[in-house]
């Protein structure tokens, strides 16, 4: 065989080998275990401590920051949940609210959906300035969301709690000042109507801004969320001690 004729048959069988080798290290990298994704504390399900009542919070971030100090105030006194997910908007609440619900009952559920539904969105779904974007959920659809949401929460015989949306600052992307006082006054109405009791973090948060948010985000400090809690928990006490 000339050496023309064996040029070509080698690169073959140098270009099966690297293809076999590249195959088997894909493979090998597939099967070695993965790093775990770490859940923050607020998302990790608990086990119920038996004879104590069950309390659900649902909401976005911000609850998921006030969930864990909560649930640290209320030890030895209720079981605290948070359903494993930012619960974002109303629409996605209507989406998920039977399984964020499950089959057991609850004795309190403390809930809030706001800052997800007035943030201006792009065509491709993310977050973006007010000129250049539309509110996820415009205010009415918000009011027709949370008026279905309430009527689903209140066929659990739960005691219900609305919390207000917490203040949006000057600075905060893709948010505008006053949409939460706005979009909070219609869910207030919904509440009056339905005769639900109402724990106002903004009203709380809104002259402390300085002290517990952070600069131009509509996030809280971790000492901002331990404040919240200390709210939050209050009004879940007072809610289980009425039944």
């Given at each position: 065989m000339s050496a023309r004729t064996m040029r070509p048959m080698l690169i073959g069988m140098v270009l099966t080998v690297a293809v076999a080798f590249g195959t088997v290290?894909?493979?090998?990298?597939?099967?070695?275990?993965?790093?775990?994704?770490?859940?923050?504390?607020?998302?990790q399900q608990i086990e119920d401590v038996s004879g104590l009542p069950r309390v659900l919070l649902i909401g976005d971030s911000i609850s998921m920051g006030y969930t864990v100090p909560v649930r640290e105030l209320l030890k030895g006194k209720a079981n605290v949940h948070h359903p494993p997910t930012n619960c974002g908007p109303t629409t996605c609440g209507l989406e998920h609210l039977d399984a964020w619900l499950g089959e057991k009952p609850w004795d309190v559920i403390h809930f809030n959906f706001g800052l997800h539904d007035l943030k201006y969105m792009n065509?491709?779904?993310?977050?973006?300035?007010?000129?250049?974007?539309?509110?996820?959920?415009?205010?009415?659809?918000?009011?027709?969301?949370?008026?279905?949401?309430?009527?689903r929460l209140e066929k659990t015989g739960a005691a219900l709690i609305w919390t207000s949306t917490t203040p949006v600052p000057?600075?905060?992307?893709?948010?505008?000042?006053?949409?939460?006082?706005?979009?909070?006054?219609?869910?207030?109405?919904?509440?009056?109507?339905?005769?639900?009791?109402?724990?106002?973090?903004?009203?709380?948060?809104?002259?402390?801004?300085e002290k517990i948010q952070?600069?131009?985000?509509?996030?809280?400090?971790?000492?901002?969320?331990?404040?919240?809690?200390?709210?939050?928990?209050?009004?879940?006490?007072?809610?289980?001690?009425k039944r």
């Open positions: 290290a894909s493979a090998a990298q597939a099967a070695a275990p993965q790093p775990k994704r770490r859940v923050p504390g607020a998302l065509e491709k779904g993310g977050l973006t300035d007010v000129a250049k974007g539309t509110q996820q959920v415009p205010i009415e659809a918000y009011r027709k969301n949370m008026e279905q949401i309430v009527q000057e600075g905060a992307g893709g948010r505008v000042v006053g949409d939460a006082a706005r979009y909070n006054a219609v869910a207030a109405e919904v509440m009056k109507a339905h005769g639900i009791a109402v724990d106002d973090l903004y009203g709380f948060a809104k002259p402390r801004l952070r600069p131009k985000n509509v996030h809280f400090t971790p000492e901002g969320s331990k404040a919240l809690a200390e709210q939050v928990a209050k009004h879940v006490l007072e809610a289980l001690e």
